[in-house]
C-alpha cells in the first residue's frame, strides 16, 4: 500500500513525504536520497574542477595576447553559477534524505506496531479495559470486526467503547475495507 502524506500548515497544504510504503518505506527513500545526492555532488565536484580549468587557460590565453580581461569568456559564463545552484540542489536533497532517514518518526505498520504506551489500566472502565485488553493481546492491533467476535457485543457497543478509548487518546482507527484496524498509541 502506498498513500501520500499531507498536512496543513497555515491553511496551505504540504506535501511532506514523497511516498510512504507500508514499512520503512520513507526510511529507505531517504537512504536513496542521500546516495543520489552524494553520487551528484562527487560529480559536479569533477565538473567544477574541469570548469575552472578551462577558464584558467581561457583567462591565461586572454592575458598572453594582451586582451582586456573583460573580453575573456571565462568572465562573462554563468556556468560556475549554475554549478554553485546545483551544489545547493544536492544539499537540499541529501538535507531531504538525511531527515527522511535519521529524523523524521517512522510510523510502524499494523504488522509490527510499536510498544505501546503504559496506560493505568484502573481508571479504565470495565468495558473498556476488555477491548483494551484484547487489542493488547494482539500485539496492539486488532480487527474491529474480530472485537465484535470475541466480545459478543453488538457493532454499536464495540464503536462506542472505541470512542472512548480513542477520545482519551489511547487508540487510534484506521480503515480497512469493511471493517477498522484499531491501533495502541
Not at 584558467?56 to 573580453?71: F, G, P, V, W
Request: with cysteine.
Amino acid at each position: 500500500m502506498v498513500r501520500s502524506l499531507f498536512f496543513v500548515a497555515g491553511g496551505a497544504p504540504w506535501l511532506i513525504g514523497v511516498t510512504e510504503m507500508a514499512v520503512g518505506g520513507s526510511r529507505l527513500l531517504g537512504y536513496g536520497l542521500v546516495a543520489f545526492s552524494l553520487l551528484l555532488i562527487v560529480s559536479l565536484v569533477v565538473v567544477k574542477a574541469d570548469v575552472d580549468r578551462q577558464s584558467a587557460y581561457l583567462c591565461e590565453l586572454t592575458n598572453r595576447n594582451a586582451l582586456d580581461m573583460k573580453s575573456c569568456p571565462a568572465h562573462s559564463s554563468n556556468v560556475s553559477w549554475f554549478i554553485s545552484a546545483a551544489f545547493v540542489f544536492a544539499a537540499v536533497i541529501c538535507s531531504f534524505g538525511a531527515y527522511l532517514s535519521f529524523v523524521r518518526k517512522h510510523k510502524e505498520s499494523p504488522e509490527g506496531v510499536a510498544e505501546a504506551r503504559v496506560v493505568d489500566e484502573s481508571k479504565l472502565g470495565d468495558e473498556e479495559r476488555v477491548v483494551y485488553g484484547l487489542i493488547k493481546a494482539g500485539s496492539g492491533s486488532k480487527y474491529q470486526s474480530d472485537m465484535i467476535k470475541e466480545t459478543g457485543w453488538s457493532k454499536v457497543k464495540v464503536t462506542r467503547v472505541l470512542d472512548r478509548l480513542e477520545s482519551r487518546g489511547l487508540v487510534e482507527r484506521r480503515r480497512r475495507g469493511m471493517t477498522n484496524i484499531i491501533l495502541l498509541k
